[in-house]
């Protein structure tokens, strides 16, 4: 451990750590070009990062760990950085499912899975098998994820329920709530976005009504365990008020 993650451990209160924290991951392209390397290099280190704050927020005691991986939006990407992208998920987790089994963490997935090409989705399938019951950490790989798209499906199958007779009870927040990926999840307590972008880009719109937001200018590839603790020491100096006085 560096001097400086020892000393950020520290300063924060362990009893306060947030529950569940996402990660807009962004900057892998410009990390990249700032070296003057393709893209996918960026990427690659992007996976590095993953590796490093997955095994970090188990071992702080995040509960819910979810990462944008893959919005609705990067369809409109050139075809070999979207094969490139796909490839992603399928490598890490066959090289970190062993660890992440053992470690008792649970994968999740939000996103819709239809348009995932094949091999993803039997890598996160087995995922989803081989840690389904692991009662640490989630990790949460948002694929294929777009808010407004999951805002208009919960609403499509809840118009589909009525229709059928099947809708369980009046529709207000905690009925809504049912129908979205992220249900039987906390909603997000800190929201991170790397690489100086101050945009939410179609994240989580429902769920991150009330989540505390912390940017920094640092890329993806270039995140680490201190800026994570950084994020979580700031949060812990906010006072939540969830609209009361
Ligand atoms: C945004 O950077 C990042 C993405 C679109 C992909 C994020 C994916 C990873 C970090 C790897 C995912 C890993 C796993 C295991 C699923 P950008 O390409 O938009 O960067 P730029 O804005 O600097 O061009």
């Not at 924060?12 to 003057?36: Q, S």
């Not at 660890?99 to 819709?112: H, M, Y």
């Not at 991170?192 to 945009?199: F, L």
């Amino acid at each position: 451990m560096s001097t400086s993650e020892s000393e950020w451990r520290q300063k924060i209160d362990p009893d306060r750590i947030p529950g569940h924290v996402a990660m807009i991951m962004d900057g892998n392209g410009r990390w990249a070009k700032e070296r003057g390397l393709p893209r996918s290099a960026g990427h690659r280190q992007g996976v590095e990062t993953v590796r490093q704050i997955v095994r970090f927020s188990s071992e702080l005691g995040i509960k819910v760990l979810t990462l944008f991986a893959f919005s609705t939006e990067n369809w409109r990407r050139p075809a070999w950085e979207i094969n490139f992208l796909m490839s992603l998920p399928e490598q890490y987790l066959h090289s970190e499912l062993p660890e992440l089994v053992k470690k008792n963490v649970r994968v999740k997935l939000i996103g819709d899975p239809a348009r995932l090409p094949e091999p993803v989705r039997r890598a996160i399938d087995k995922g989803l098998r081989d840690t389904g019951g692991n009662t640490g950490m989630t990790l949460n790989f948002a694929l294929n994820y777009g808010s407004r798209m999951e805002i208009v499906q919960a609403a499509q199958a809840m118009v589909e329920a009525d229709r059928q007779g099947k809708l369980r009870g009046p529709v207000n927040e905690a009925l809504f709530t049912s129908y979205l990926y992220t249900a039987g999840l906390p909603d997000p307590d800190l929201l991170i976005r790397t690489s100086g972008e101050y945009r939410l880009s179609n994240f989580l719109l429902w769920q991150l009504a009330y989540t505390e937001l912390w940017f920094t200018d640092v890329y993806w590839p270039d995140f680490n365990p201190v800026h994570l603790l950084q994020a979580v020491y700031d949060f812990q100096q906010r006072e939540r008020r969830f609209g009361k006085v």
